[in-house]
């Protein structure tokens, strides 16, 4: 069965954009609640220290969605072109 590429980068593209401007919101708005989460994820209990260095600013929101979502793009749409590639 073929993948077809485009629609399958697209796909994604949008997914990471949804989840990259979500992360990055609660990361601005509830900074040590999703730092203490995430610390207590990945057993880092030493992640508040780096709380300080955090900025997020609109521009890095847009600018980080931009480029996660070209990159997303990019890696799916090309897995997909070697999946049907080695489908023949």
Do not use: E
């Not at 949804?18 to 209990?45: C, D, E, R």
């Not at 030493?46 to 480029?67: E, Q």
């Amino acid at each position: 069965m073929k993948i077809n590429a485009r629609d399958f980068g697209i796909a994604g593209a949008i997914t990471v954009c949804i989840i990259y401007i979500s992360l990055a919101l609660a990361l601005k708005f509830w900074p040590s609640q999703l730092l203490n989460s995430v610390g207590t994820m990945h057993m880092m209990p030493k992640l508040s220290l780096i709380k300080s260095f955090i900025k997020v600013t609109p521009h890095a929101i847009v600018l980080g969605c931009i480029t996660h979502t070209i990159m997303a793009f990019l890696i799916l749409w090309f897995t997909a072109k070697i999946y049907n590639f080695l489908q023949k």
